[in-house]
């Protein structure tokens, strides 16, 4: 996966959504050592995690925190080299997304290596 162009990007930012909406720990754990390094990070200014098990316990815990809410992207990722960003949303299906941020990620061979999280709109 070193083909990095809009459509990769593309297929990472999907499959990362992918990972965050995805309720079943197993199924989860798959589809993140699909798409992340094994010496992966995630770093928003609420939680951070490293490694595999970690970063799932923390969309573990953002399941049990908003329960029913689902993650979608906002517009298309942009990115050069090894650095990708884009934004998404949280919220319940068919109301307007109560979280929105954007995120970037390092890339090493076509996968996540490390990803910081911004966000850009919370409730009050």
Do not use: C
């Not at 090894?82 to 998404?88: A, E, P, Q």
């Not at 997304?97 to 990803?115: C, F, H, N, P, W």
């Amino acid at each position: 996966m070193t083909n990095l162009n809009n459509a990769h990007m593309s297929k990472l930012v999907d499959l990362y959504i992918a990972v965050w909406n995805e309720p079943d720990a197993a199924r989860r754990a798959g589809l993140i050592e699909e798409l992340w390094t094994a010496d992966a990070s995630y770093r928003d200014p609420l939680m951070q995690g490293d490694g595999h098990a970690a970063i799932s316990q923390l969309v573990a815990a953002v399941h049990e925190r908003f329960p029913g809410f689902r993650f979608s992207r906002i517009g298309a990722a942009d990115f050069h080299g090894d650095h990708l960003r884009f934004s998404w949303a949280l919220g319940l299906d068919d109301e307007e997304a109560m979280i929105k941020g954007t995120d970037y990620a390092v890339l090493q061979e076509g996968r996540l290596r490390s990803v910081t999280g911004f966000l850009d709109q919370v409730p009050a």
